[in-house]
């Protein structure tokens, strides 16, 4: 497989912390290229047991499913350290990640009640 | 154009980020074909783990092909590559009582996701390489009828 650096998928997230709470808005695709980016953006805070994890996915041009995997993990992760992880703004996003079941390990309101 | 089907085909080479420019393409197609928009992402999102997966297993630098069908009430879609090829069997189904235990770092979620998402999915593999053949109907109920 060739890569090309000009058209790799990017992604920027952005922190803001707000007491017990941070958030991370995410812009570009969480893909199989920004995956390694994304864990090492947000792990620090899981590591850290902060108690609640917000993903804004408002800016998310593209998940692909090891993207989303690595959410899941995080979830895990943080929901056994007695924290939670909470993803907003899926959109058009809600049906695939419903799929994977990332609504059951994190909080993910606007799939409550969501059919497939 | 009456029932005569409508067939594209782009060739890509293996290179992470370009599947985005024939996704696009499609995009507009489904669009114009009449899908409504929670199935056009549908479409794309299928689309997008076949291509990607594509490109991730191709360990040569043959392009990927992805052909496409559209007709009037159904849109077919392709993906070929040339790489060493899989069993789907061999591809567990995800649990998700495991997952909620130690996460989604078993994989396999590609393939739950493709056949979640398109109304019916074939595989063909070998050495020689892998076609991932999908269909989305307009209206499933009575073109299955």
């Given at each position: 497989?060739?890569?090309?650096?000009?058209?790799?998928?990017?992604?920027?997230?952005?922190?803001?912390?707000?007491?017990?709470?941070?958030?991370?808005?995410?812009?570009?695709?969480?893909?199989?290229?920004?995956?390694?980016?994304?864990?090492?953006?947000?792990?620090?805070?899981?590591?850290?047991?902060?108690?609640?994890?917000?993903?804004?996915?408002?800016?998310?041009?593209?998940?692909?499913?090891?993207?989303?995997?690595?959410?899941?993990?995080?979830?895990?992760?943080?929901?056994?350290?007695?924290?939670?992880?909470?993803?907003?703004?899926?959109?058009?996003?809600?049906?695939?990640?419903?799929?994977?079941?990332?609504?059951?390990?994190?909080?993910?309101?606007?799939?409550?009640?969501?059919?497939? | 154009m009456g029932d005569k089907s409508?067939?594209?085909?782009?060739?890509?080479?293996?290179?992470?980020?370009?599947?985005?420019?024939?996704?696009?393409?499609?995009?507009?197609?489904?669009?114009?074909?009449?899908?409504?928009?929670?199935?056009?992402?549908?479409?794309?999102?299928?689309?997008?783990?076949?291509?990607?997966?594509?490109?991730?297993?191709?360990?040569?630098?043959?392009?990927?092909?992805?052909?496409?069908?559209?007709?009037?009430?159904?849109?077919?879609?392709?993906?070929?590559?040339?790489?060493?090829?899989?069993?789907?069997?061999?591809?567990?189904?995800?649990?998700?009582?495991?997952?909620?235990?130690?996460?989604?770092?078993?994989?396999?979620?590609?393939?739950?996701?493709?056949?979640?998402?398109?109304?019916?999915?074939?595989?063909?593999?070998?050495?020689?390489?892998?076609?991932?053949?999908?269909?989305?109907?307009?209206?499933?109920?009575?073109?299955?009828?």
């Open positions: 497989m060739t890569h090309s650096s000009f058209l790799q998928d990017e992604l920027k997230i952005t922190e803001h912390s707000d007491g017990d709470q941070v958030t991370f808005k995410l812009n570009g695709a969480l893909s199989v290229t920004t995956v390694p980016y994304f864990r090492q953006t947000v792990q620090p805070f899981i590591d850290r047991k902060h108690p609640t994890i917000i993903l804004d996915f408002e800016g998310v041009t593209k998940i692909v499913s090891r993207g989303v995997g690595a959410a899941i993990d995080m979830a895990v992760q943080a929901k056994k350290q007695g924290g939670k992880l909470r993803l907003e703004n899926v959109g058009k996003y809600g049906r695939s990640l419903y799929i994977q079941g990332v609504h059951l390990v994190a909080d993910v309101p606007e799939l409550e009640g969501f059919e497939p | 409508l067939k594209l085909q782009i060739s890509i080479p293996p290179v992470e980020g370009i599947e985005d420019i024939p996704i696009a393409a499609i995009e507009v197609l489904a669009g114009k074909m009449g899908f409504a928009p929670d199935k056009t992402q549908d479409i794309v999102q299928a689309l997008t783990e076949a291509c990607v997966n594509a490109i991730m297993y191709t360990n040569n630098d043959a392009d990927v092909e992805i052909v496409v069908y559209a007709t009037h009430d159904a849109l077919m879609l392709e993906v070929r590559d040339k790489g060493a090829g899989f069993n789907p069997e061999d591809v567990p189904a995800p649990d998700f009582e495991l997952m909620q235990q130690v996460g989604g770092g078993s994989g396999g979620f590609g393939l739950h996701m493709i056949k979640a998402l398109v109304d019916k999915l074939e595989i063909d593999s070998s050495p020689a390489g892998t076609t991932i053949r999908m269909c989305k109907y307009l209206q499933p109920a009575v073109s299955q009828a």
